[in-house]
């Protein structure tokens, strides 16, 4: 089963916008991770905020957490044609062993228009 | 630097052929290592994690196996494919942090059953 659920599902927005995906989740976390895949090839890691941040910043990424509605989100501002990919929420699904599973959400796939 | 390699690209099999997919991380020990899968479009399906060698851990049942034979090579299988086989296979490797350590992936197999 999910452990996250990004929202929305697909989201087409104009170049130099601002784009903003949301993900909910159902259990306790240690951390939430954000991912990002370009079609047919691997994710790449963006993000780490753990569950005692509330917010945190990385260049034109911005990602909050609020752990009491469970739910996080992730802004990227000032979107450029190579931010077009799909976008992942992750968390370790408890307990949290040496290897936690890592459960991803269905993803959002963000286009941005020229 | 730590490096992790996936192979092969893309594969097609047919239906009832087995199937063998190999990662191998370099530049780490005693990574975790993650076997995902990914449906066109959808999000991605966590299908083994291993915290060591010789130690599986599986979350869906199905037709595929997982061995990870040396510290830092994980390996996929099957020993006869099915068309609901099909997918973008995904290794990954993480720190052995509790959860708290992102994920790398490889470039990913593209297998198609046939």
């Known amino acids: 089963s999910q452990q996250g659920e990004e929202d929305p599902q697909a989201l087409s927005i104009q170049e130099g916008e601002n784009a903003t995906m949301n993900c909910s989740y159902k259990?306790?976390?240690?951390?939430l991770q954000w991912y990002r895949q370009n079609s047919g090839r691997g994710l790449v890691h963006l993000i780490l905020?753990?569950?005692?941040?509330r917010e945190k910043h990385s260049g034109r990424l911005r990602v909050t957490l609020d752990t009491s509605k469970k739910s996080s989100s992730l802004l990227i501002t000032a979107s450029r044609a190579a931010d077009t990919a799909s976008y992942f929420c992750?968390?370790?699904?408890?307990?949290?062993?040496?290897?936690?599973?890592?459960?991803f959400g269905s993803g959002t796939r963000l286009s941005i228009r020229p | 630097s730590q490096t992790i390699h996936q192979w092969p690209a893309t594969l097609v099999q047919p239906v009832g052929s087995p199937l063998s997919l190999e990662c191998t991380v370099e530049?780490?020990?005693?990574?975790?290592l993650y076997w995902y899968r990914q449906a066109a479009g959808r999000g991605l399906q966590l299908l083994f994690y291993?915290?060591?060698?010789?130690?599986i851990s599986s979350e869906v049942p199905q037709n595929l196996s997982a061995s990870r034979p040396q510290d830092r090579q994980f390996i996929l299988s099957s020993k006869k494919l099915l068309l609901s086989d099909s997918g973008f296979y995904l290794c990954?490797?993480?720190?052995?942090?509790?959860?708290?350590?992102?994920?790398?992936f490889g470039n990913g197999t593209r297998l198609t059953v046939t």
């Open positions: 990954a490797w993480s720190a052995p942090d509790r959860g708290n350590s992102p994920l790398h």
């Open positions: 259990t306790s976390i240690n951390n």
């Open positions: 905020i753990r569950s005692n941040e």
């Open positions: 992750a968390t370790a699904a408890p307990p949290y062993s040496s290897a936690s599973k890592i459960i």
């Open positions: 530049g780490t020990s005693n990574p975790n």
């Open positions: 291993s915290v060591g060698i010789g130690q």
